[in-house]
């Protein structure tokens, strides 16, 4: 998301800021252009964040008292962050 933030600066800065002309390069376009790619940028970044939770139970052999419960459970709960 960085990144994107960084684009958005950088074309605000072009598009509002700079007032030189130049008779190749436009800088309200290239502004506007470093924008949308900004925001462009930002949108695939929180579309492609997903969070993937796993969780493990393992029964261990059972106790010998008949009255306790039927056997040791150990849960593994492990919540993965994955950013494309």
């Given at each position: 998301m960085a990144p994107g933030i960084v684009l958005l600066v950088i074309g605000g800065i072009f598009a509002f800021a700079i007032t030189a002309e130049s008779s190749w390069l436009d800088t309200d376009m290239?502004?506007?252009?470093?924008?949308?790619?900004?925001?462009?940028?930002i949108v695939?970044?929180?579309?492609a964040r997903k969070e993937v939770t796993t969780r493990d139970v393992v029964r261990g052999p059972g106790p010998v008292d008949a009255s306790a419960p039927e056997g040791d459970v150990v849960?593994?709960?492990?919540?993965?962050?994955?950013l494309d």
């Open positions: 290239l502004g506007l252009v470093l924008m949308l790619g900004g925001v462009g940028f695939r970044s929180r579309m849960e593994h709960t492990e919540l993965v962050r994955r």
